[in-house]
């Protein structure tokens, strides 16, 4: 009995003893198994893991950590790099982007974290002028859209005030309104406000208004005359004074830049009627031919006709008198119309009021004893009017 129990307890120590020493041996070979990791710090995409890994390569660590790494990511050291222990592994997923330059389209890869790291990458600087359609340090999403416009210097010319200003390729009526300009709908721009920018370029407003103006003008009055057959020949009475008009004539008148171009007669009203001036001619004794030495109308002759004015600028008149004299560039000449079988053409005259002057026109009108002077202007012509004068042959 003594030497069973003895037996039986020799067994059971055998049975702890290998149990212990294989709980001893697992123990050391955990120990041993994770004395053997090598430490890894990792930067996925910005954030940092650190793990402990048997794996021999930096892909194999990938391929542990179930994930996939495109061609265009960004890997540092080598995926085929051994690794080490407290080494530090760098990846960075690539992100595509649609990118527009100036109308010019491309899709690029990017490991970039931001727009600003973006276009460094690209080699596209920017100036305080350059449009991006994102702020510079928004972080860089997967398709995004980045759009970049090159500034470039245009000649602004607004109301004939020129300066350089800068723009995008845009439309005109854009660049227009980040320019903070308005138009109105009488303004003229050049180029067209949907044609495109371009370097270069002159944008030119021309500023159009229409304005109302109103003028008063003075209607001068003319010289009536009648006869009168109770004053002598060759007196005159003014029997009512002359008073100018006034008339008011509103336009529309348009300008340019502020430069009057134009300007059309819209209305016009009289405000005070003119009153003709009328003036009584003596006929007493008219027409009375006075003999001098005997002579009628031969040399020295003298007589009274009947005599009207004219110019060179009436209607119809071609200012150049039946002798061929230019009474337009001639406006001092003393000239009178005649009748040739009266007075022949060519004939110097004496005329009382007027002076000496040479018989070189005729007129329709002008039969016998009758003779129309000239004057170089209306107002002169009025003056005279109709009225009996005394004349003398000279010649």
Known sequence: MKALFSTSLSKKRWVILLASFIVFASALGFLIYEASKKTVTLMLDGKEKIIETHSSTIQEIFDELDIAIGSEDYVFPSLEKKITNNMKVVWKRAKQVELTKDDEKKTVWTTTGNIEEFLNEQKISLNEHDQVNHKINAAIEHNMEIVVHIAFPVTLSDAGKKKQVWSTSTTVADFLTQQEISLTKLDRVEPNLKEKVKEKAVVNITRVEKVTDVVEQPIDYAVVTQKDSTLQSGTEKVVTEGKKGLISKQFEVTKENGKEVSRKLISEKTIEKKQDKLVAVGTKNDVIQIASRGESSSEGAEMYVNSTAYTASCNGCS??????????????????????????????????????????????????????????SKADAYRWGNKPVRIKVIQ
């Open 319 to 376: 200012g150049r008198t039946a002798t061929g004299i230019d009474l337009k560039s001639n406006p001092n000449a003393k000239v009178i119309a005649v009748d040739p079988s009266y007075i022949p053409l060519g004939t110097k005259v004496y005329v009382e009021g007027y002076g000496y002057a040479v018989a070189a026109d005729t007129g329709s009108a002008i039969k016998g004893k009758k003779i129309d002077v000239f004057f170089p």
